[in-house]
Each structure stands twice: as structure tokens, then as C-alpha cells.
């Protein structure tokens, strides 16, 4: 059954430093999502990604965020300096249309020191 | 701001004791709503979409109903294998695609 993958399950950074968070969206989908859970919190949106660029961001989405789909396959959340509140889990999601369901991956759990 | 809301936040059952989970929403400008299990320390897994007032789903021991106003899931004969957390996410028109979830129901199913 195919499935959204992300890469690392756990990544620990220091305060400051720039992290890439990496998935593999369903293959024929097209539309991609960042959603982050800090913990014992809600999921919360970070962005949605269609044809190459932003759809819709949330408030989270500021400037030290960035997202970007390098090749036909790979997407990815780049933080450009870390905050010690940046810490939580990131999820992945991608659907095949626009308001259908969406598939998420396993999370990459990021924890900033 | 559209808001979900979920409640009881945590739910215990007995094995067999059937029992509903309610989610509320903003109602004005909803395209529809998405219903997820998700287990600790993993993403969110797909259950169920419902689209309309009146639309129910159904998939072994759960059923999810939407109303005009909230979305319910039920649990017929749990068992402890369904103890997760069960989210409603809400969308709507001109968001792009964006889902909003409520907090989650915490559900332990005791044998």
C-alpha cells in the first residue's frame, strides 16, 4: 500500500542551526502538506504546497521556513535557525485532489537543545 | 478563525460498552470533515471523510455521522486493540487545502 515516508524519524539540533526535514509524498499525488505537533497539543497547519509553490501558510509559516520540491519525488521543510520552540513533531501529508483525504507520514521528531 | 472542538478529551471503556466521540466545528464556509486514529508517537491515520449533512460511514466497529452542525464517531463492541487517539479535522473553501483538527479524544479500551 503506497505510503507518505519521512526522513529522519528523530533529529536533534542545536539552538541556531538550519534543519531539513524530508518526505516522500504518495507517488501520484499532487498535493503536499507540513503540519507540526508539539507535544500534547493539537496538529497544527504549517503549509500547504500545490504546482510548485504555497497555496495557503499559516501564521507558524514565518520566514524561517521554507519548503521546496527539489526532484519529481522529495519534499521538503527547511528551518533556517532553530528555535528552542521549533521542538515537536513535524508531520508530512500529501493527497491526490484538492479537499480529499489526506495521507500522512510518520512524523519526524525534531528536538532542538 | 474556524475552530473544531472535540470532546470528552479522554474516554475509557470496557471492552464491549459502546459509546460515541463528538466534534463540533465552525460550521460557515466547512467543505467537509476527515476522521483519524492516530497511536502514540505516530502520524495520523485515515479513517473516514464525510461530506454531508446526513452522510454516514462505516468501517468494522465505527461509524462517523456528520450533522449540520457536528460530526460523531461511534464505537460499537470496542475492543482494546481500538485504544488510540481519535481526531476530526475540518476544511474549508478557499484554505487551500488546509485541515483543522481539533484536539482529540483519547480512547482506552480495558479488557
Known amino acids: 500500500e503506497p505510503e507518505v515516508t519521512q526522513t529522519p524519524s528523530h533529529q536533534v539540533t542545536q539552538m541556531g542551526q538550519e534543519v531539513i526535514l524530508r518526505c516522500v509524498p504518495i507517488?501520484?499525488?499532487?498535493?503536499f502538506y507540513w503540519y507540526r505537533q508539539i507535544l500534547g497539543q493539537k496538529v497544527e497547519f504549517l503549509v500547504s504546497f500545490y504546482n510548485n509553490e504555497i497555496s495557503e501558510k499559516s501564521e507558524i509559516f514565518d520566514d524561517q521556513f521554507s519548503v521546496e520540491r527539489p526532484d519529481g519525488s522529495n519534499f521538503t521543510l527547511k528551518i533556517r535557525s532553530t528555535k528552542l520552540e521549533d521542538s515537536a513533531m513535524y508531520f508530512c501529508a500529501s493527497s491526490g485532489r484538492l479537499n480529499t483525504e489526506a495521507f500522512f507520514g510518520q512524523g519526524t521528531r525534531l528536538t532542538v537543545v | 478563525e474556524d475552530q473544531v472542538t472535540q470532546s470528552p478529551e479522554a474516554l475509557r471503556l470496557q471492552e464491549g460498552e459502546s459509546s460515541s466521540l463528538n466534534c463540533s466545528y465552525t460550521v460557515s464556509g466547512l467543505r467537509g470533515l476527515f476522521w483519524y486514529r492516530q497511536d502514540p508517537g505516530k502520524g495520523p491515520e485515515f479513517l473516514f471523510t464525510?461530506?454531508?449533512a446526513g452522510e454516514e460511514k462505516e468501517k468494522e466497529r465505527l461509524k462517523a455521522t456528520l450533522t449540520k452542525k457536528e460530526s460523531f464517531l461511534h464505537i460499537t463492541a470496542p475492543k482494546p486493540e481500538d485504544s488510540a487517539t481519535y481526531l476530526c479535522a475540518g476544511f474549508y473553501y478557499n484554505q487551500g487545502g488546509k485541515l483543522i483538527f481539533g484536539q482529540g479524544t483519547e480512547l482506552s479500551v480495558k479488557p
Open positions: 507517488s501520484n499525488h499532487l498535493y
Open positions: 464525510l461530506y454531508s
